[in-house]
């Protein structure tokens, strides 16, 4: 996620580090020397004009904006269901822990609550990226609790399922009523939940032949483009088609990337300093001491 302070008008005109410029000049450049042929040889290819006018590919550019938009408004959908997601994660973590440290007898060892608490955390976020979860859960949970997690596949309802086998025994033993129990199951329902969540995101992309439309369509129209502007734009052409082509070549672009909420793309969730911002709060609510928080990158990218 690209974190920036606000900037004016006239500096955002050239930023950089967080633009997806950087990413699309090959395509750029190949528009470029496309329209310079075409100025080149007055919009002919073998000889033979192409037919091409602005009314034809305005008609072509409006049906492009609108399948473009849809293509946004479903990769933006899945970027802010992610992000509620993982918003309502903190908040349950906080009411059960909350809770934890409130309703459970006096003299209950919280440690193994906290510590499986944050390593589901951990679990899940590294489930999402496909990174390996092994040093977290390590340092939170010791090696051998650790290594026996570390041969399961779904590692976070695991954690879950521990927690809530703590809470039924403590249960059997008369340690908490009937009421307590229910309220803390069902903050765990809500972590089941982000976590259910969080793995259809993951396991349902787009569907890819949406994908495939839409980038043929994009770039045999960028093509196009300069052969139907060059009889009214002349010289003008490649500057004209370069900065159109920017628009729907980057579009495209950062729709791939939120489209993927739990890559490590720069647009995607910062799920390194989400998962930190939790275990802080979880930490602070213990009166226990607090790690640093995760730093933004030299390009203001936090993962």
Same mark, same amino acid.
């Given at each position: 996620?690209?974190?920036?302070?606000?900037?004016?008008?006239?500096?955002?005109?050239?930023?950089?580090?967080?633009?997806?410029?950087?990413?699309?000049?090959?395509?750029?450049?190949?528009?470029?020397?496309?329209?310079?042929?075409?100025?080149?040889?007055?919009?002919?290819?073998?000889?033979?004009?192409?037919?091409?006018?602005?009314? &034809? +590919?305005?008609?072509?550019?409006?049906?492009? *904006?609108?399948?473009?938009?849809? !293509? =946004?408004?479903?990769?933006?959908? %899945?970027?802010?269901?992610?992000?509620?997601?993982?918003?309502?994660?903190?908040?349950?973590?906080?009411?059960?822990?909350?809770?934890?440290?409130?309703?459970?007898?006096?003299?209950?060892?919280?440690?193994?609550?906290?510590?499986?608490?944050?390593?589901?955390?951990?679990?899940?976020?590294?489930?999402?990226?496909?990174?390996?979860?092994?040093?977290?859960?390590?340092?939170?949970?010791?090696?051998?609790?650790?290594?026996? &997690? +570390?041969?399961?596949?779904?590692?976070?309802? *695991?954690?879950?399922?521990?927690? !809530? =086998?703590?809470?039924?025994?403590? %249960?059997?033993?008369?340690?908490?009523?009937?009421?307590?129990?229910?309220?803390?199951?069902?903050?765990?329902?809500?972590?089941?939940?982000?976590?259910?969540?969080?793995?259809?995101?993951?396991?349902?992309?787009?569907?890819?032949?949406?994908?495939?439309?839409?980038?043929?369509?994009?770039?045999?129209?960028?093509?196009?483009?300069?052969?139907?502007?060059?009889?009214?734009?002349?010289?003008?052409?490649?500057?004209?088609?370069?900065?159109?082509?920017?628009?729907?070549?980057?579009?495209?672009?950062?729709?791939?990337?939120?489209?993927?909420?739990?890559?490590?793309?720069?647009?995607?969730?910062?799920?390194?300093?989400?998962?930190?911002?939790?275990?802080?709060?979880?930490?602070?609510?213990?009166?226990?001491?607090?790690?640093?928080?995760?730093?933004?990158?030299?390009?203001?990218?936090?993962?």
């Amino acid at each position: 996620m690209i974190v920036r302070p606000g900037k004016s008008w006239f500096r955002l005109l050239f930023i950089w580090n967080g633009s997806v410029l950087q990413s699309i000049i090959p395509q750029l450049l190949f528009v470029a020397a496309v329209s310079s042929l075409a100025v080149a040889t007055h919009g002919r290819i073998l000889g033979e004009k192409i037919p091409l006018n602005t009314t &034809l +590919l305005t008609l072509f550019g409006l049906t492009l *904006a609108i399948f473009l938009a849809f !293509r =946004n408004n479903a990769s933006y959908e %899945r970027f802010n269901e992610a992000r509620h997601l993982w918003g309502n994660l903190l908040i349950a973590a906080r009411a059960l822990m909350s809770q934890t440290l409130r309703y459970l007898p006096s003299g209950t060892d919280r440690t193994r609550f906290i510590h499986a608490l944050i390593a589901c955390v951990y679990a899940l976020k590294h489930q999402l990226r496909g990174s390996d979860p092994g040093p977290d859960l390590r340092r939170l949970l010791g090696a051998g609790p650790a290594a026996l &997690l +570390l041969e399961k596949c779904y590692r976070p309802v *695991a954690l879950l399922d521990d927690i !809530r =086998n703590g809470f039924a025994g403590m %249960r059997e033993r008369g340690q908490i009523s009937d009421t307590t129990l229910w309220m803390l199951d069902a903050q765990l329902n809500e972590l089941g939940k982000v976590v259910g969540g969080c793995e259809r995101i993951a396991s349902t992309p787009i569907p890819f032949a949406y994908g495939v439309l839409l980038h043929r369509t994009i770039y045999t129209y960028c093509i196009m483009l300069p052969f139907g502007l060059v009889d009214s734009a002349d010289l003008f052409t490649p500057l004209l088609c370069v900065f159109i082509s920017y628009t729907l070549i980057a579009l495209e672009a950062i729709a791939n990337e939120i489209a993927e909420p739990f890559s490590l793309a720069p647009n995607a969730l910062a799920l390194d300093s989400m998962t930190r911002g939790i275990e802080r709060s979880v930490l602070e609510l213990c009166g226990l001491e607090l790690p640093e928080e995760v730093p933004p990158s030299y390009s203001y990218q936090l993962t």
